[in-house]
């Protein structure tokens, strides 16, 4: 059996889940052209598998962790470092998602390009210094990942454009602007202050460059996730980078803030429901949102399918041992008129559900009788 683990039968997930938000339907309406979610920092292979195979249904184009998290002071969970890649890389294996962690210096990025993620993030202590980003810039020439920048933690706009820049000189040609607030002193309501007014004004100085809010850390704690959220696209930020942890109230960083991927569920919703504050997308941008949507709906199929076959895999073994049939068609039969009427019930048609089902069906007797062999 090819080292591929049924991650939803282990987790029991819900059995037939279906997907709880279009993102299309945000996309077109809000622009919102890209969602990034996950835990704040890889914690173990489980903690990182739980939390993507909940988020996968979600829409969520890339699966963020930290890897290399040193803390503002030393002496608390400081990242598992390398460890995380082989986990990072099981995430994108088996559900599809992109992965994304976070850089600070060259090492950091020959490992993750080694590894093949699929985009780095640059974090705020290290967007403040030009000598860590050049650092950066130059380890990743040559390479074609996305980079997501964010804002520096001093609330200085050249400080952000710089680092955009320098990224953009290295050949780096999708960069992404992180808006994530700025240190504040003393104590505010939020963890970082927002100034809205330096993120309208990127926009302005940048309108290439797709500029997206991380509300986890600017608000500090959940509670707080949605009004930031709503501010954020209401001043026409067009995605998110958000935190979301399987359980967070387990979570080693950044407790307070993260969400689960139910609440994830549950902003996005809310989400479709704001007031359109640009109704009209071209007819190009709205077929290509479109087809970007049946593209991740296809690699989803293709992951659930996958998984099925292993566990056709499993059973065939179960029936070498017990020396059972291999096609029993009692089962089948039940399986069958039960495929179809929960096919029908989503609006399927009888003859596709009883087409597609013995397609999968014969797949999986193959699979079954190479146990055989
Ligand atoms: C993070 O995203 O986990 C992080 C450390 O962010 P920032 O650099 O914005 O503090
Ligand atoms: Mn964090």
């Known amino acids: 059996m090819p080292g591929f683990f049924i991650y939803q039968h282990h987790v029991k997930m819900k059995r037939c889940e ?13 622009k919102m052209a890209m969602l990034v979610a996950g835990p704040c920092s890889a914690e173990s292979e489980d903690q990182l598998m739980r939390t993507a195979s909940l988020l996968m249904n979600s829409g969520v ?27 990072m890389l ?54 074609d990942v996305t980079v997501f920048i964010k804002n520096p933690v001093n609330p200085d706009i050249d400080l952000w454009i710089g680092a955009i820049e320098r990224i953009r000189n290295a050949g780096i040609t999708t960069v992404i602007a992180v808006h994530r607030g700025f240190s504040p002193f003393g104590s505010t309501k939020y963890r970082n202050m927002p100034v809205w007014r330096i993120a309208e004004e990127l926009m302005e100085k940048m309108p290439e460059t797709l500029l997206i809010c991380d509300p986890s850390h600017i608000a500090g704690n959940k509670d707080l996730v ?9 001043i026409g930020m067009g995605g ?28 996005l919703k809310l989400i ?53 049939q291999i096609v029993q068609n009692d089962r089948w039969n039940e399986v069958i008129n039960a495929r179809i009427n929960d096919g029908m019930e989503l609006g399927l048609s009888e003859g596709f559900l009883l087409r597609l089902f013995e397609q999968i069906h014969g797949e999986s007797i193959n699979f079954q009788k190479r146990i055989g062999e």
Not at 294 to 304: F, Q, R, S
Request: charged share 30%; with cysteine; glycine share 6%.
């Open 18 to 30: 279906i997907a709880p938000v279009r993102m299309s339907d945000i996309k077109r309406t809000h």
């Open 61 to 87: 184009d890339y699966f963020r962790a930290g890897l290399w998290k040193p803390r503002t002071r030393p002496g608390n969970f400081e990242g598992v470092g390398e460890a995380g890649i082989e986990w």
């Open 90 to 143: 099981r995430v994108k294996r088996e559900t599809g998602l992109k992965i994304v962690t976070e850089v600070a210096n060259r090492s950091h990025v020959e490992n993750v390009l080694r590894a093949g993620f699929d985009a780095v993030w640059i974090g705020a202590r290290t967007t403040a210094n030009p000598f860590s980003v050049q650092e950066i810039a130059d380890a990743l020439r040559g390479s």
């Open 226 to 234: 949605q009004e930031v959220t709503e501010r954020a696209l209401s």
């Open 240 to 267: 998110l980078f958000v935190e979301a942890h399987w359980k967070p109230e387990e979570a080693r960083s950044d407790r307070d803030q993260q969400i689960t991927p139910a609440e994830l569920n549950t902003l």
């Open 272 to 324: 479709c429901e704001l007031p359109v504050k640009e109704p009209a997308i071209s007819e190009p941008e709205e077929l290509a949102l479109l087809r970007g949507e049946i593209d991740c709906w296809d690699k989803k199929l293709l992951v659930t399918l996958r998984n099925r076959m292993n566990i056709a895999s499993l059973i065939g073994e179960f029936k070498k041992r017990s020396n059972y």
